[in-house]
């Protein structure tokens, strides 16, 4: 069974790892979510360190990283050979309770980027020219 997590601010995925493998979960079965809030690629690189996937499921919500930071984090990590374990999702609020998310104006600004289809707009075709591929991987 696969399991997907959701973690909090840019910690806690190494964290998250440890106690799903320590519990007996398959390494290669864990996808930790969120990691497109943390900036710091050795952050990326130590929860790659346990075998799972990573997801940078929140491109856009330029509050905690802004979308070129995402994106040059991204194919510096494909260009070192992580490409088969990294996972671009989406994990966005596109309405709230049925309706639009109702936010005061400076927040809806700050997340005007963080849409359904942003990573399809901006970080495939943008990872390009910084030297990675696109590639699949087995499951
Ligand atoms: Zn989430």
Not at 35 to 45: C, E, I, M, Q
Not at 66 to 89: F, Q, W
Not at 93 to 112: C, F, I, Q, S, T
Request: glycine share 8%.
């Amino acid at each position: 069974m696969p399991i997907i997590t959701h973690t909090e601010g840019p910690a806690g995925g190494v964290e998250q790892a440890e106690l799903l493998i320590a519990e007996g979960a398959d390494p290669k079965k864990i996808m930790i979510g969120h990691v497109s809030n943390s900036r710091d690629v050795a952050y990326h690189k130590a929860i790659l360190a346990k075998g799972v996937y990573i997801a940078f499921d929140r491109i856009g919500l330029d509050i905690f990283t802004p979308t070129d930071v995402n994106v040059k984090n991204i194919a510096l990590l494909c260009r070192e050979g992580y490409a088969n374990k990294i996972m671009l999702s989406h994990d966005t609020v596109n309405v709230w309770l049925g309706r639009p998310l109702e936010a005061p104006e400076p927040v809806l600004k700050a997340l005007v980027n963080w849409r359904i289809d942003t990573s399809r707009k901006t970080s495939s075709p943008r990872s390009k020219p910084r030297g990675s591929r696109t590639t699949r991987s087995k499951p």
